[in-house]
């Protein structure tokens, strides 16, 4: 089974930066559309965004464009997430995934434990 792991979560002030992490253990990880999804407790999965296993197709979430950026080193087997201006409501469990396919780019089929994001005032 394809594990996912996460990083790079922690405590950072509004306006701030992050950078996350996702190592997939996956060897057909470049041909897989990966993305990151949030979660927090007793609340539903809310997408974040998503990136064609080429990287050549991105999609965010509203609340994402603009101030968070997905890339991936396929060469390394690492997807990020560059997240910039950061908010409290941004505060959160962040969740690295694989995506089902390109026909469903926003829709998990496997993913992480997940990294903490906590974005103070």
């Known amino acids: 089974q394809v594990q996912l792991v996460e990083s790079g979560g922690g405590l950072v002030q509004t306006g701030g930066s992050l950078r996350l992490f996702c190592v997939s253990s996956?060897?057909?990880?470049?041909?897989?559309?990966m993305g990151w999804f949030r979660q927090s407790p007793g609340k539903e999965r809310e997408f974040v965004a998503a990136?064609?296993?080429?990287?050549?197709?991105?999609l965010y979430a509203d609340n994402a464009r603009g101030r968070f950026t997905i890339s991936r080193d396929n060469a390394k087997r690492t997807m990020y997430l560059q997240m910039n201006s950061l908010k409290p409501e941004d505060t959160t469990v962040y969740y690295c995934?694989?995506?089902?396919?390109?026909?469903?780019?926003?829709?998990?089929?496997?993913w992480g434990r997940g990294t903490q994001v906590t974005v103070y005032s």
């Open positions: 990136i064609s296993g080429d990287g050549g197709t991105t």
């Open positions: 995934y694989a995506a089902l396919s390109i026909a469903f780019m926003t829709q998990p089929d496997g």
């Open positions: 996956s060897r057909t990880f470049s041909d897989r559309v």
